[in-house]
């Protein structure tokens, strides 16, 4: 086995891990200057939001978190599904696997609508400003005729105008 093969069969291991791990959580991002990337699954997702809360280190469970949004430097917001909503200190980088915060990525799967093909993207997580994650699965569009996925403000598809049905994503 050469070494390009070796790699892409860890990183497919490594996504089959985080799938199982995890389960495919997606949602969106946006970066620091307004981009709001739509993400399939996240795959480097922590399991925990590791912060401080009130002076105290804690661990928030990524099941509850629905939303971490920088407020300041070293502060975040973070709404959990229940509604609540904490001031805590911490990083957005620390939300994602990566061995040092300046150089963090986070590396998530997306639906690429210029290809019509499902894409693996990265994107440095100190140029992030906010994380939504979409613990329901959310909708995708499906051309019944061909097969191909589109994401949920698709009306018709952009290859051959047939309408789009909705489809949920577990």
Same mark, same amino acid.
């Given at each position: &086995?050469?070494?390009?093969? @070796?790699?892409?069969? =860890?990183?497919?291991? =490594?996504?089959?891990?985080?799938?199982?791990?995890? %389960? #495919? &959580? %997606?949602? /969106? =991002?946006?970066?620091?200057?307004?981009?709001?990337?739509?993400?399939?699954?996240?795959?480097?997702?922590?399991?925990?939001?590791?912060?401080? /809360?009130?002076?105290?280190?804690?661990?928030?469970?990524?099941?509850?978190?629905?939303?971490? #949004?920088? #407020? %300041? =430097?070293?502060?975040?917001?973070? $709404?959990?599904?229940?509604?609540?909503?904490?001031?805590?200190? %911490? +990083?957005?980088?620390?939300?994602?696997? #990566? +061995?040092?915060?300046?150089?963090?990525?986070?590396?998530?799967?997306? +639906?690429?609508?210029?290809?019509?093909?499902?894409?693996?993207?990265?994107?440095?997580?100190?140029?992030? $400003?906010?994380?939504?994650?979409?613990?329901?699965?959310?909708?995708?569009?499906?051309? !019944?005729?061909?097969?191909?996925? +589109?994401?949920?403000? /698709?009306?018709?598809?952009?290859?051959?105008?047939? !309408?789009?049905?909705?489809?949920?994503? @577990?």
């Amino acid at each position: &086995m050469n070494g390009l093969m @070796k790699r892409s069969f =860890f990183f497919v291991c =490594f996504l089959s891990l985080a799938t199982q791990a995890y %389960g #495919a &959580m %997606g949602g /969106y =991002f946006i970066t620091d200057d307004g981009i709001k990337i739509v993400v399939r699954e996240f795959i480097n997702l922590q399991p925990v939001l590791r912060c401080s /809360y009130r002076g105290k280190d804690v661990q928030i469970p990524m099941k509850v978190v629905k939303k971490v #949004a920088a #407020a %300041g =430097f070293q502060k975040l917001t973070v $709404e959990k599904v229940d509604g609540a909503v904490l001031k805590v200190e %911490g +990083y957005i980088v620390s939300l994602f696997d #990566a +061995y040092d915060s300046y150089s963090a990525r986070i590396n998530y799967v997306y +639906y690429d609508e210029i290809s019509g093909e499902t894409e693996i993207g990265e994107h440095l997580a100190r140029e992030v $400003e906010q994380v939504v994650l979409d613990h329901e699965g959310g909708t995708i569009k499906v051309n !019944p005729r061909t097969g191909r996925t +589109y994401p949920p403000d /698709y009306n018709f598809d952009p290859h051959d105008g047939t !309408p789009l049905e909705v489809r949920e994503l @577990k």
